[in-house]
């Protein structure tokens, strides 16, 4: 039979723009999470990360906004260049003094020139 | 610092075979973690390790797939014999001890793509 792969969410920008990826984690007892973005052919990498204490991080051109009411995650990127076009994961921690972390199905950001 | 290295990067088999995956985490790193990536499934945990003793092989499918990590700076993933449902990247990612002051992040290897005919 056919086989279905992953449906990965899709968001288009033009350059400039800025993007907002939402992630929605689920374990309420998560203390860390972490944004990844993977270009074709190469690793997941490290882009921002924030622990449960706080409720906003930023880094350059990027901001990771945390909020645990709603158990919800999202990545700001400003000024979209085309490079930045990728596949984005959130991923959380959820057993403190545990490494293992859980990974979300990602979202794919189009950038335009 | 040369990042997390693996090794081949590309391996394509025929089924029956034996595929063996290399990996070198970041020097310094207690954590070990091997995953794989399909457009089915995503990114999947296979199995992690804390100063080279597995932890958690939950992830691992079956009894085909075996990891070893005979020292700080090297681990194996081997598959024997491979099947084609096999067939994804693997990748390896490595991190310090979980620590408050410091980022917790996993690095990435740049991937092992896994073709068995």
């Known amino acids: 039979g056919e086989s279905v792969g992953l449906h990965l969410p899709t968001l288009s920008v033009q350059e400039g723009d800025n993007s907002i990826i939402n992630c929605a984690y689920s374990?309420?007892?998560?203390?860390?999470f972490i944004w990844y973005k993977q270009e074709s052919g190469k690793g997941p990498q490290f882009i921002i990360d924030?622990?449960?204490?706080?409720d906003k991080r930023q880094g350059q051109r990027v901001t990771v906004l945390l909020n645990k009411t709603v158990k919800h995650l999202s990545l700001q990127i400003a000024a979209t260049q085309p490079g930045d076009s990728a596949v984005y994961f959130c991923?959380?921690?959820?057993?403190?003094?545990?490494?293992?972390?859980?990974f979300g199905t990602g979202t794919r950001l189009l950038v335009s020139p | 610092d040369a990042g997390v290295i693996q090794s081949p990067r590309h391996e394509v088999t025929e089924m029956g075979q034996e595929v063996t995956l290399r990996c070198k985490p970041i020097?310094?790193?207690?954590?070990l973690f091997w995953y794989r990536q399909t457009m089915m499934r995503g990114l999947e945990l296979l199995i992690y390790?804390?100063?080279?003793?597995?932890?958690?092989d939950s992830g691992m499918p079956e009894d085909r797939f075996s990891a070893k990590m005979p020292n700080a700076s090297f681990s194996t993933l081997k598959i024997q014999p491979s099947e084609p449902r096999d067939s994804a990247v693997y990748f390896c990612?490595?991190?310090?001890?979980?620590?408050?002051?410091?980022?917790?992040?996993?690095?990435f290897g740049p991937g092992t793509r896994l073709t068995v005919l």
């Open positions: 990612a490595s991190t310090y001890p979980p620590d408050n002051l410091s980022t917790d992040t996993q690095y």
């Open positions: 374990n309420s007892a998560s203390d860390y």
């Open positions: 924030i622990r449960s204490n706080m």
């Open positions: 991923a959380e921690r959820g057993d403190t003094g545990f490494q293992k972390l859980v």
């Open positions: 020097s310094g790193h207690d954590y």
């Open positions: 390790f804390n100063n080279n003793v597995p932890i958690d």
